[in-house]
């Protein structure tokens, strides 16, 4: 590789010899993969990520094998949300059964990293609308259109269809109404426990 790296003729002698090893994890048992548990389960989220199913016992390892409140943890279950094929349902079950005392805090994780997608999804978009309405109308209106779209996503995975009507009155909710209801969707036992969540003080 040090032939890639652009350098003056003089400093050549210097350039360290570069290499790297490929190892396919798809051949390898999980737990083949690693003696310590946190690699281990991180180098299977790797070798799993696009899986188009992934078997209960697979997700249970990966999900049971962190030690808890470790930064470890709160990486993996992200990463597991965010990237593999799985609905919020399935997360959940998996989580209930491996950390029935910390499901509903490491959900709370997975509603943060969408809610932060959404609203990173809103700002590209408040940009691109701020060039025709105004920087800051722009901007305010695309997060809040990212909010809703990303609130309304998490309530068909949970919920399942929506009515129109609760479609249209997610999108005109305020912010503060908006991330009431984000919160409240990871505990609520129904839609309407959802749509009755007040914003804190």
Known sequence: MAETIEAPDELAPFLREFAYVLHDLGETAPFRLSRM??????LLALKVVRADA???????????????????ERHLVRYIAERMNL?????????RRTKPDRWEALMGTVAEAWIEQGRAEGIERGR????AVGVEQGLAQGIATGQAGLLLRLLELRFGELPETVRE????????????????????????EVLVARPGP
Not at 87 to 95: I, N, Q, R, V, Y
Not at 169 to 192: F, K, N, Q
């Open 128 to 131: 691109t609308e701020g060039l």
């Open 87 to 95: 609905t919020l349902p399935m997360l959940e079950a998996s989580l």
């Open 169 to 192: 009155r997610v999108r005109g909710a305020s912010a503060s109404e908006l991330e009431a209801w984000a919160e409240a969707v990871l505990i609520a036992a129904s839609l309407d």
């Open 37 to 42: 548990p946190e690699v281990r389960e991180g």
């Open 54 to 72: 992934i078997p209960p016992e697979i997700l249970d390892q990966m999900t049971g094998g962190p030690v808890a409140w470790s930064e470890c």
